[in-house]
């Protein structure tokens, strides 16, 4: 009888597990609960909107999530941690999607993708959804899944609609579904996080030699002030040639810098009518350059006041601020890679590999080697053993560093091995004064990135085309306002081969390319014109130029979007 | 007699609100797009439409809405519901057996294998066999040939729309008169304008005019990409215009020598390596080339010929030469492209559909004169040339070329193709097709599976 009951107990104890497990999992989720912590705002598209937001709404008599953005709503679902240990059986994800009627009340048709990630190599797919008519709205969607790669998310966008808005679309009653078409059980409490990718800094300068400010996380309200008094580094730091660089968040996206205790009166600077600081397009980072402190509070720093604030016009919050020597971001263009240049070493030793032929004719005057590395103290250098002139250091704790790459360039490898190339020996290697990694190093023609204040949106233009094919819009006054000598064009996109440019077809001086002879920077994701090139080609009276500005690439081409703003130089 | 009267009225009362009962509401056409197309019967003037500014052709488009709704008893609606949409709803809705909208624009690439998988209505079965439609005679709309003469998909006919995404053979007028060369248009007309003929003109135009034994002009010059289905078309082939790959035909062959020899025996304007295209479109300007095949866009990038011209020479479009296969009455002349429209299959009542959707296209009542307005036209006439009777003569052309237009789906196989390399001997037709056959067809399973 004992041994019944202990085995009943054990029996009685398993089962009460096992319940316990299907209760913490779900068939669907149909946000009846309000939670949705397993889907959020995601950057993962390069047209995303960073604004993208998400709420619990009231949607055809249930819950729903409503996502929603001026631009291209985009939001990333956490399916591995959702599928959990059943992830190799997801084989589809269904879920019903509605839009909400626009602010007339009328229904507009919309269309997205959803991206997945499948397979070693994170493959992109793409599959389309729509909502295209009033009376099947919502409506369920279905759709395939490979086998989803490690560490990535699903990606919902809404990127094509009628009419002239952007349209909320709702998403109800999400399921994963194994190749029979049975719901997967799905773990709620997973949670959605961005993966860490690169900050923006779109319209920034890098910057070099950063010194903290520290104990800036501050939070106010709108036009509310708040900061902390700067430490003597950050003053001796904060020097003709620095900027000062913001991370914060604020409703409406601006920011600037209040002195309030400056001799020359309390003192915004960098918006509210004192200069124009410069931002990302995810509006996250904010710069303000030594000489417009100076243009405002005067030449003589020492009559700034040691306290520095920031502010908005809407509520804001500061999470780091920090002053550095600013650089113009460095682009590579024709850039020719040094293949298996994968290497890593303690600190004082040198590993490398021989340039290929490639490789080495691309190394020529005007051109600087980049080195994309981590180390412990930051530092990473260049080492020429075989050079005739003697083993070489090159640019020991002196090269060009920021974001993770250094800067080497033709001319300081010459004035240490020589004007001969032949004499430098084939070999090429790195070393750090710490413990470091190289993850690729490549040769090209050196283009840098203005930074660019107070840049104007120029709305709508958000096109493709073919190759060789052209698209765009006709600039509205905004655009032809901003459009002065040294404003600069910027253009988010992407394509196949990397290139874009501008064409302005209606120019009195002929139809006319722009930035498509080399001239224009470009990175793959971010292009910048400036008005002197196009000046340059379309004539000095800026009303010749046409109304039309459009984009061109020598292969299919996307540009989620333009800006015109001022070059900081 | 009161009482008679009185019946009278009540009787009368009643048979006038049973035959209000009896009219019918007017049907509702749903047309799906993915842009805005005005005018329709949700549009309450003429300002509905962007940029309209009031001129007598936006007011009658916008007031012929009405007439098509009373003859027809119909509302109908463009309908943007989106790129993404408009196949999905092909792709459900219709399979359904009902269809979302009545009529839908495509793009050939997938509105072909729609219709060859049954979601298109074969007009044949609903018009009568005598109709121009079938004939490819009529007015307001046509039809794109497909291989088993089915008639799925329709295009808006207009002089616009015939002579855009045209690219004829061009030729320097003065160069072939200094050379003393017949105009090839009258060769054309005699039925005398052949490749034979064309190579012997190349060869008389083709000039070291310096004498240092360098080339200076060319009879022929033009990026490989644009020229190359209008010379297999001037041979009576395709290349991808079936669900059979085409590429491996003789036809083709003989096409491919043709080409390969006019750039080996240096007729033609070497093609550069890097940006050739836009080296070689524009050869003429500096009368590198005497012959080019060309365009009026081209034409117009620089206005060569618009207000103020910059060329001292004219530039004249004539017919391609007719290869060995190809027939002068019968051979293709342009490439299908843009969008086009189909009625789905299982649509209610398709004639009242075609009849009403045609009705709206046919807003100037079938006077052609006002539907190819030469105001609306101006530009295509006006930008390939500064001289009346050429740009009339250009116009013709390119009309003459719209008028006799097929479908291939060369666009979505040539950069598959090595053409460049080809072209500089790397291959010989025989090679080339043979292991460039299987890409054209993969490229063809993909789009008629």
């Given at each position: 009888m004992k041994k019944f009951l202990s085995w009943l107990l054990i029996a009685a104890l398993a089962l009460g597990m096992i319940g316990t497990a299907t209760a913490d999992t779900v068939d669907v989720l149909d946000f009846e609960d309000g939670n949705f912590a397993f889907i959020g705002a995601s950057k993962g598209r390069p047209n995303a909107d960073a604004a993208t937001a998400l709420e619990i709404v009231d949607f055809n008599g249930s819950k729903a999530l409503k996502i929603s953005a001026k631009g291209v709503a985009c939001a990333g679902l956490n399916i591995i941690g959702l599928a959990g240990d059943k992830l190799a059986d997801v084989a589809a994800i269904s879920f019903d999607i509605g839009v909400e009627n626009g602010a007339d009340g009328k229904f507009y048709a919309a269309s997205g993708y959803v991206y997945s990630y499948t397979g070693e190599a994170k493959d992109e797919n793409k599959a389309d959804w729509s909502v295209y008519m009033a009376k099947k709205n919502p409506r369920n969607v279905k759709i395939d899944l490979g086998a989803i790669a490690e560490d990535t998310c699903l990606l919902i966008t809404e990127e094509a609609h009628a009419g002239n808005d952007a349209v909320d679309f709702v998403l109800d009653n999400i399921k994963l579904l194994d190749k029979d078409g049975n719901a997967i059980a799905l773990d709620p409490t997973a949670e959605f996080k961005e993966a860490a990718s690169g900050p923006d800094l779109s319209n920034l300068f890098a910057l070099t030699g950063a010194v903290e400010l520290p104990g800036f996380q501050k939070a106010a309200g709108a036009w509310a002030q708040d900061g902390i008094e700067m430490t003597q580094e950050f003053l001796d730091a904060l020097v003709p040639g620095s900027v000062i660089e913001v991370d914060y968040k604020s409703e409406d996206g601006a920011m600037w810098l209040v002195f309030p205790w400056a001799s020359a009166g309390w003192m915004r600077v960098g918006g509210c009518g004192n200069g124009v600081d410069a931002v990302n397009n995810s509006h996250t980072k904010a710069q303000i350059p030594y000489e417009l402190i100076e243009q405002f509070c005067g030449e003589d720093k020492s009559t700034w006041g040691a306290m520095l604030q920031c502010e908005s016009s809407t509520n804001w919050e500061v999470y780091a601020v920090r002053v550095g020597q600013r650089a113009k971001q460095i682009v590579l263009k024709n850039a020719v890679e040094l293949p298996g240049f994968q290497k890593a070493a303690g600190a004082w030793a040198q590993d490398g590999v021989e340039m290929t032929e490639e490789f080495a004719n691309a190394l020529v005057p005007g051109s600087v080697i980049e080195i994309t590395y981590a180390s412990e103290d930051g530092d990473i250098w260049l080492v020429m053993p075989w050079a005739a002139a003697g083993w070489m250091r090159v640019s020991q704790g002196t090269a060009l560093k920021m974001g993770g790459k250094a800067y080497i360039t033709y001319e300081e490898i010459e004035a240490l091995c020589g004007e001969d190339k032949s004499t430098w020996g084939a070999m090429v290697q790195c070393e750090g004064s710490s413990a470091w990694e190289v993850y690729s190093v490549r040769v090209g023609q050196k283009a840098e990135f203005d930074a660019v204040a107070g840049a104007v949106n120029f709305e709508g233009f958000s096109v493709s085309g073919a190759a060789w094919a052209q698209d765009g819009k006709e600039m509205p006054q905004e655009i032809v306002d901003a459009l002065v000598p040294g404003s600069v064009v910027t253009i988010s996109y992407e394509s196949e081969d990397g290139n874009i440019w501008l064409v302005m077809p209606w120019a009195a001086a002929g139809w006319m390319r722009v930035g498509n002879d080399g001239a224009d920077v470009a990175d793959g994701s971010i292009a910048q014109v400036t008005y002197e090139q196009i000046e340059a080609l379309c004539g000095e009276d800026k009303s010749t130029w046409g109304a039309m500005m459009q984009c061109e690439g020598s292969s299919a081409w996307t540009v989620y979007s333009v800006t015109v703003g001022q070059a900081i130089r | 007699m009161k009482r008679i009267l009185a019946t009278l009225l009540t009787l009368a009362m009643l048979l006038s609100i049973a035959g209000a009962a009896l009219a019918e509401d007017p049907r509702d056409l749903v047309y799906g797009l993915w842009w805005e197309i005005h005018y329709d019967s949700d549009d309450e003037s003429w300002e509905a439409a962007e940029g309209a500014t009031g001129k007598d052709i936006e007011i009658q488009q916008f007031e012929h809405v009405k007439e098509v709704e009373e003859k027809y008893n119909v509302k109908y609606h463009f309908e943007n519901i989106t790129y993404s949409g408009v196949q999905d709803s092909i792709n459900n809705s219709i399979l359904a057996g009902?269809?979302?909208?009545d009529v839908y624009m495509v793009e050939l690439g997938w509105g072909v294998p729609a219709a060859m998988n049954g979601l298109a209505t074969d007009l044949r079965d609903v018009l009568d066999p005598d109709d121009p439609l079938l004939k490819h005679e009529d007015n307001v709309l046509d039809f794109v040939n497909l291989p088993g003469g089915e008639v799925y998909l329709l295009k808006v006919v207009d002089a616009q729309s015939q002579v855009e995404a045209t690219m004829p053979l061009a030729f320097n007028l003065q160069m072939l008169e200094e050379a003393n060369l017949e105009d090839p248009r009258e060769l054309a007309e005699r039925g005398e304008w052949t490749w034979d003929k064309f190579i012997e003109y190349c060869q008389a135009l083709t000039k070291d005019t310096n004498g240092d034994g360098v080339t200076d002009v060319y009879g022929y010059g033009a990026w490989p990409g644009d020229c190359l289905p209008y010379w297999y078309m001037s041979n009576g082939t395709n290349l991808a215009a079936t669900d059979k790959e085409n590429l491996s035909s003789p036809e083709m062959g003989e096409t491919l020598k043709f080409l390969q020899d006019l750039w080996l025996n240096g007729l033609a304007y070497p093609v550069p390596d890097e940006n050739g295209w836009d080296i070689c479109r524009w050869l003429y300007r500096d009368k590198k080339v005497a012959f080019t095949t060309s365009a009026a866009w081209i034409l117009d990038t620089n206005k060569d010929y618009l207000e103020e011209p910059n060329l001292d020479f004219d530039m004249v479009f004539v017919d391609y030469p007719v290869g060995p296969s190809g027939n002068a009455e019968t051979n293709s002349m342009k490439i299908a492209a843009g969008s086009f429209w189909m009625i789905p299959a299982?649509?209610?009542d398709p004639k009242l559909v075609y009849d009403a959707f045609r009705a709206h296209w046919n807003w100037y009542n079938d006077d052609l004169e006002l539907r190819d307005d030469p105001e609306t036209l101006a530009w295509w006439y006006e930008s390939t040339s500064n001289k009346l009777d050429l740009q009339e003569a250009n116009f013709e052309e390119m009309q003459k070329m719209g008028e006799r237009t097929m479908v291939d789906f060369i666009n979505v196989v040539i950069d598959q193709l090595p053409i460049l390399d080809f072209l500089k001997g790397n291959y010989t037709p025989a090679q080339l097709q043979e292991e460039y056959k299987q890409v054209v067809q993969d490229a063809l399973d993909n789009i008629f599976k």
């Open positions: - | 009902e269809p979302d909208c299982g649509v209610k």
